[in-house]
């Protein structure tokens, strides 16, 4: 399976403030999604991002507060914009890997903490 | 609308003590299903991908099962070290790549 890494690990950031989060693949993948997971809940579904097109965002999230990037097949990134308390989660970003089994495999997480 | 429950939310077990861990669904068409254990603080961790009713995939201590309803996680003698959160998700035909969590099962097991 795919080795995925995420930046930073974890940060403690100022309301009105914008973080951005890594995630890195150590290789090719068409589909890279991003979740949040809020304090004693399960993971949601922020956006899905493809290399080359615009990222598809779920209901309730829009992409002034979280605007994704897909520079190439290993890497993206999510910025929390405008953060507020409510933003406290921890933001995950996984990966379908080619071979048809569906199956995404998950980094290790942001934490993040908005005062 | 694709759904996912599981159940029980919490269950402490002693060492040794095998149970299962149930996962209801409504999907419109089943495309797969996952189950994932995750430790607090970290990712989930994938375990297994069942496609089809009647299909079993066993690792170590854990297998799991698929009917067209429900899902089971059945962990045998289980130790300290597989206490976790274990999460269902469902991935349905209408859904394109996207997959529906559960809320999750934190098991809990006391030596």
């Known amino acids: 399976s795919a080795v995925i890494s995420q930046k930073p690990s974890r940060d403690i950031c100022q309301r009105g403030t914008s973080l951005t989060i890594q995630c890195q693949v150590d290789?090719?993948?068409?589909?890279m999604f991003w979740y949040r997971q809020q304090p004693g809940q399960s993971l949601t579904l922020i956006a899905t991002?493809?290399?080359?097109?615009?990222?598809?965002?779920e209901s309730g999230f829009v992409i002034d507060k979280f605007p994704i990037s897909r520079p190439n097949l290993t890497f993206s990134t999510l910025t929390v914009s405008n953060m507020s308390p409510e933003d406290s989660s921890i933001y995950l970003c996984?990966?379908?890997?080619?071979?048809?089994?569906?199956?995404?495999?998950f980094g290790p997480g942001t934490r993040l903490t908005v005062l | 609308e694709d759904q996912v429950t599981q159940s029980p939310e919490a269950l402490r077990l002693q060492e040794g003590e095998s149970s299962s861990l149930n996962c209801s669904y409504t999907?419109?068409?089943?495309?797969?299903l996952f189950w994932y254990r995750q430790d607090p603080g970290k990712g989930p961790e994938f375990l297994f991908t069942?496609?089809?009713a009647g299909e079993e995939k066993e690792k170590e201590r854990l297998k799991a099962t698929l009917t067209k309803k429900e899902s089971f996680l059945h962990i045998t003698a289980p130790k300290p070290e597989d206490s976790a959160t274990y999460l269902c998700?469902?991935?349905?035909?209408?859904?394109?790549?996207?997959?529906?969590f559960g809320s999750g099962t934190r098991l809990s097991i006391r030596p």
């Open positions: 991002a493809n290399q080359g097109s615009e990222a598809t965002y």
């Open positions: 996984s990966v379908e890997q080619a071979g048809g089994t569906d199956t995404q495999y």
């Open positions: 069942l496609y089809s």
């Open positions: 999907v419109s068409g089943l495309r797969g």
């Open positions: 998700a469902v991935h349905s035909y209408s859904s394109a790549s996207k997959i529906i």
């Open positions: 290789s090719q993948v068409t589909m």
